[in-house]
């Protein structure tokens, strides 16, 4: 693909040709706008065959941690050591707060 893409007003502008390249096998067209892609014009050969890959693909199975761990302590215990590690994540954002605060603290002084 370009590496910089078409501008809508040019591709509407240069259609036929654009898509009389694409169908005889040239390569995708990108279409942009704000200097970023929007679209991809690519020939009715090229667009089967990507949707034939994608049905093709397996589908992919959510990862999960099922049958990966096994609990070594009560579930009491285990609630207990949940709550530790959310004080210890509040304190450490609490303290990066400060840290950035006194940081803008400084630069104003």
């Not at 279409?31 to 991809?40: E, L, P, Q, T």
Request: charged share 30%; proline share 5%.
């Amino acid at each position: 693909m370009a590496s910089h893409p078409l501008q809508v007003s040019e591709a509407r502008r240069r259609l036929s040709a654009l898509v009389e390249r694409v169908a005889q096998g040239g390569a995708p067209v990108t279409i942009g706008r704000y200097g970023r892609d929007r679209a991809v014009l690519v020939g009715a050969n090229e667009f089967a065959r990507l949707r034939r890959a994608s049905k093709t693909k397996a589908p992919r199975q959510p990862a999960t941690l099922e049958g990966m761990l096994t609990l070594t302590c009560t579930p009491e215990e285990l609630l207990a050591e949940s709550r530790k590690l959310g004080e210890l994540w509040l304190a450490a954002f609490d303290e990066g707060a400060k840290r950035l605060k006194r940081r803008r603290h400084a630069r104003r002084a």
